[in-house]
């Protein structure tokens, strides 16, 4: 490898780690943070009738990983096509 493909290697790698880095923190926050650890304080509030925090280690959690997958998706294939190593 080249310094400057070494260099761009190095970048795309930092950025990849530092998407998953917030995605997984955002993934922490929601299934173990809201459905355990501030279930407490969320099940003041009601979602359809359900306490919160109980809504969030039910059902909430799934939705937003599902939504977590697609950005996951999404902001890769911008990483990729800004580092110009997408799949075509």
Known sequence: MTTESEKNAKAYWSATLG???KILI???LVSYGAG???ADMLNGI???GYPLGFWFAQQ???YV??????YYAHA???LD???GVQED
Do not use: D, V
């Not at 990983?65 to 697609?70: K, N, R, S």
């Open 60 to 62: 909430g959690s799934i």
């Open 46 to 48: 009601k979602l359809g």
């Open 26 to 28: 955002i993934w922490f």
């Open 65 to 70: 990983f599902i939504a977590l997958i697609f």
């Open 19 to 21: 998407l998953l880095t």
């Open 76 to 78: 890769m294939g911008k």
């Open 81 to 83: 096509r800004k580092f």
């Open 36 to 38: 355990i650890l501030f």
